[in-house]
T-cell receptor, first 112, second 113 residues
Framework: DTAVSQTPKYLVTQMGNDKSIKCEQN?????MYWYKQDSKKFLKIMFS???????INETVPNRFSPKSPDKAHLNLHINSLELGDSAVYFC???????????FGPGTRLTVL | AQSVTQLGSHVSVSEGALVLLRCNYS??????LFWYVQYPNQGLQLLLK??????LVKGINGFEAEFKKSETSFHLTKPSAHMSDAAEYFC???????????FGAGTRLFVKA
């Protein structure tokens, strides 16, 4: 019973393509997040959603569009992929904004 | 503005030695403080968290951290390192009602046999 799951685990694609990453949590949490972790392990928040509503958008390019169809899912769509988008993307969830976050296993995106 | 500084991007200890990972925070309001651990090719998982109930917080795997308001620090310690402790450790800060957790840059812990 995986608490926070992400698909796919690996994503290799060409520059200019569009791709999506899916995230699901079965913890009944109200808040979900997307993070980007670069090659130096620096972890930066991209988006926070609470009850399906966007709360935080950390100056992420418009090419990144999150969508939350329900409280258990937060998907990330990326248009016109660039080399700099290569990173590991983590989905996480928490009961409230200041609570412990539960992370998914990550999606390693490689843009060629 | 909130921020987190982890001193030392890499720390190396011998098995059985004391582990000390340093974290200093900046927050204009009482913070929630966390330590997370990340093993290779995995997501982060919680080690422990401070929520103002007690200044000395005990976590999993024998780790503990002490909140020192006067020093704005939340250092992570473990009396005796084990090989399985080798991982990346992140200190993080958030505040009540906030939906943005700020993570430190991480400290990679190496444990030598």
């Amino acid at each position: 019973d995986t608490a926070v799951s992400q698909t796919p685990k690996y994503l290799v694609t060409q520059m200019g393509n569009d791709k999506s990453i899916k995230c699901e949590q079965n913890l009944g949490h109200d808040t979900m997040y997307w993070y980007k972790q670069d090659s130096k392990k620096f972890l930066k928040i991209m988006f926070s959603y609470n009850n399906k509503e966007l709360i935080i958008n950390e100056t992420v390019p418009n090419r990144f569009s999150p969508k939350s169809p329900d409280k258990a899912h937060l998907n990330l769509h990326i248009n016109s992929l660039e080399l700099g988008d290569s990173a590991v993307y983590f989905c996480a969830s928490s009961q409230a904004g200041e609570d412990t976050q539960y992370f998914g296993p990550g999606t390693r995106l490689t843009v060629l | 503005a909130q921020s987190v500084t982890q001193l030392g991007s890499h720390v190396s200890v011998s098995e059985g030695a004391l582990v000390l990972l340093r974290c200093n925070y900046s927050s204009s309001v009482p913070p929630y403080l966390f330590w997370y651990v990340q093993y290779p090719n995995q997501g982060l998982q919680l080690l422990l968290k401070y929520t103002s109930a007690a200044t000395l917080v005990k976590g999993i795997n024998g780790f503990e951290a002490e909140f020192k308001k006067s020093e704005t620090s939340f250092h992570l310690t473990k009396p005796s390192a084990h090989m399985s402790d080798a991982a990346e450790y992140f200190c993080a800060v958030c505040y009540t009602g906030g939906f943005k957790t700020i993570f430190g840059a991480g400290t990679r812990l190496f444990v030598k046999a």
